[in-house]
Nanobody
């Protein structure tokens, strides 16, 4: 059974940075695409970034392109999201997710089979 555990959330001022981590277990990295999603109160869960199994392809939401970077360390079975130039509108619960191959990096929550419990990111102005 695939298990995903996020960490690294916190509170930061606008313009600051955070790096989220997602530790994965119970899977073989080459068989899964991974993604980051976020959900603000009373809003739909939205895709932020995603990556193919070997990192050859990535997806970014337009709102984060150029500010966020997704990366994975397959030796450590860990997914990262480097978030720079944070804005108050980035405030949300952030989730990592996995979907089995064949797959392409996707920002649609309906494409993913496994989810972590989330880590809160709060950006103050």
């Amino acid at each position: 059974q695939v298990q995903l555990v996020e960490s690294g959330g916190g509170s930061v001022q606008a313009g600051g940075s955070l790096r989220l981590s997602c530790a994965a277990s119970g899977y073989t990295y080459s068989n899964y695409c991974l993604g980051w999603f976020r959900q603000a109160p009373e809003k739909e869960r939205e895709g932020v970034a995603a990556i193919s199994p070997f990192g050859s392809y990535t997806y970014y939401a337009g709102s984060v392109k150029g500010r966020f970077t997704i990366a994975q360390d397959n030796a450590k079975n860990t997914l990262y999201l480097q978030m720079d130039s944070l804005k108050p509108e980035d405030t949300a619960m952030y989730y990592c997710a996995a979907r089995k191959t064949p797959c392409a990096p996707s920002g649609s929550k309906y494409d993913y089979n496994y989810w972590g419990q989330g880590t809160q990111v709060t950006v103050s102005s």
